[in-house]
Nanobody, 124 residues
Framework: QAQLTESGGGLVQAGGSLRLSCAAS????????MGWFRQAPGKEREFVAS????????YYPDSVKGRCTISRDNAKNTVYLQMNSLNPQGTAVYSC?????????????????WGQGSQVTVSS
């Protein structure tokens, strides 16, 4: 059974940086595309980033482009999200789902497995 465990969240001041990690087990990691989503209280899940199976293709929405970088290490079964210039709108639980299908990386329903998430709180 696939298991995804996020870590690296915490409290950071506006303008600061955080690096989230997501360790995968119970799946052949290199055969899954990966994503990062976030969910703020009372809001729907929001797409943050995606990365292809080999790590060569990444995609970001305009809301985070230039401030977030997704990367992966298939040898360590881990995906990362580097977040810079954080603002209070970035306060949310961040999750790293895995996707085996070729469906849209932006859609929550395209993903097969989800972790519990890591809380990121950005203070103003």
């Amino acid at each position: 059974q696939a298991q995804l465990t996020e870590s690296g969240g915490g409290l950071v001041q506006a303008g600061g940086s955080l690096r989230l990690s997501c360790a995968a087990s119970g799946l052949t990691f290199s055969t899954y595309a990966m994503g990062w989503f976030r969910q703020a209280p009372g809001k729907e899940r929001e797409f943050v980033a995606s990365i292809s199976r080999g790590g060569l293709t990444t995609y970001y929405p305009d809301s985070v482009k230039g401030r977030c970088t997704i990367s992966r290490d298939n040898a360590k079964n881990t995906v990362y999200l580097q977040m810079n210039s954080l603002n209070p709108q970035g306060t949310a639980v961040y999750s790293c789902p895995a996707r085996v299908s070729t469906s849209s990386a932006l859609q929550v329903t395209s993903y097969d497995s989800w972790g519990q998430g890591s809380q990121v709180t950005v203070s103003s």
